[in-house]
């Protein structure tokens, strides 16, 4: 069966520190994936997303970046974390039916 | 540069009222419209249309596709408790990268 997992699924972190959150997909190959982030009370933005192993493309320009090491490994990064940085992340992968399998979400507060 | 509208914002009913929220959008080469329900968490899926006039219908939920008018209108009759999440349109136009643009969701509260 096709899944995604992602995690951690809340993080608390202090401004400057650096960060990793991971997706992976199983049950696919050559999945399409993609970085969203929910600031409270808003619609998703669409941060990266990626068609292949080390092509990533980005959306918005911003202190994260991210990183696709395998074909069902996802990850996003920051060097040093602002306070701005805050807010739900989710990772996604697009299904052939038509839109995507959601992740089920990392809450980050950089305090 | 593509663009998803929803409205209201948010909206205060009570169960058994019926609600109809709205999606306008402005995209290159549209190829579907996705409606997603949110409850804390990830979105769950509900409808994806890619014609106009169909109307797509699952329980008290249901959707339809104008696209020469550019939008889309997500109805809930005999609303109840637990419709209460935040709705989320979103649009994919044909590229290959299947990127979805998502609007800023409606925020519906269901009182009892």
């Known amino acids: 069966s096709q899944t995604i997992h992602q995690w951690p699924a809340t993080l608390v972190q202090p401004v400057g520190s650096p960060l990793s959150l991971e997706c992976t997909v199983e049950?696919?190959?050559?999945?399409?994936l993609y970085w969203y982030r929910q600031a409270a009370g808003r619609g998703l933005q669409l941060l990266f997303y990626?068609?292949?192993?080390?092509?990533i493309s980005s959306e918005v320009p911003q202190n994260l970046s991210a990183s696709r090491p395998q074909d069902r490994q996802f990850i996003l990064s920051s060097k040093k974390l602002l306070l701005s940085d805050s807010g739900f992340y989710l990772c996604?992968?697009?299904?052939?039916?038509?839109?995507?399998?959601f992740g089920s979400g990392t809450r980050l507060t950089v305090v | 540069e593509d663009k998803v509208v929803q409205s209201p914002l948010s909206l205060v009913v009570h169960e058994g009222d019926t609600v109809t929220l709205n999606c306008s959008y402005e995209v290159t080469n549209f190829r579907s419209l996705l409606w997603y329900k949110q409850e804390k968490k990830a979105p769950t899926f509900l409808f994806m249309l890619?014609?106009?006039?169909i109307e797509k219908k699952s329980g008290r939920l249901s959707s339809i596709l104008d696209k020469k008018e550019l939008f889309s209108i997500l109805n809930i009759t005999a609303t109840q408790t637990g419709d209460s999440a935040v709705y989320l349109c979103a649009v994919e136009g044909s590229s290959n990268t299947g990127k979805l643009i998502f609007g800023q969701g409606t925020t519906l509260q269901v009182k009892p």
């Open positions: 049950g696919t190959s050559n999945p399409n």
């Open positions: 996604a992968w697009s299904v052939r039916s038509g839109g995507y399998t």
């Open positions: 990626s068609v292949g192993i080390g092509q």
């Open positions: 890619t014609s106009s006039g």
